[in-house]
């Protein structure tokens, strides 16, 4: 299976966090799915920890390269088109990112893999 993950998702994998679900460890593990993290995550956790909303065991842009590479994850870069259909997006989520996430999603065609009930409401399959 192909699936986006969001950040909180990213972030609660590598912490191991008992609030990832299930179903989402178990996509997460399967050999062979292709989990993709978007440029946009590593974004947010870079801001966040620039404002010291979120503290990391590294530096933020090794943590964030280590993971995307111990865990095999794939980037997923922000090309212009996923920029432009933000603009397209009804105004049901107010978080940037998110909203980038969910333009991500449908031009990509990959499910989300969040808790997020506001990124539900989009036209977008999600996970959890």
Partial sequence: MKALLDTQAFLWWDLDDRRLSAAVKEIVQDPGSEIYVSAASAWEIAIKVGRRRLELPAPVDSYV??????????????????????ATLPHLHRDPFDRLLIAQSQLEDLPILTLDPLIARYDVETIW
């Fill in 65 to 86: 390269s280590a993971r995307l590479t111990d865990y095999r994850f794939r980037p997923l870069a922000i090309e212009i088109d996923h920029a432009l259909r933000v």
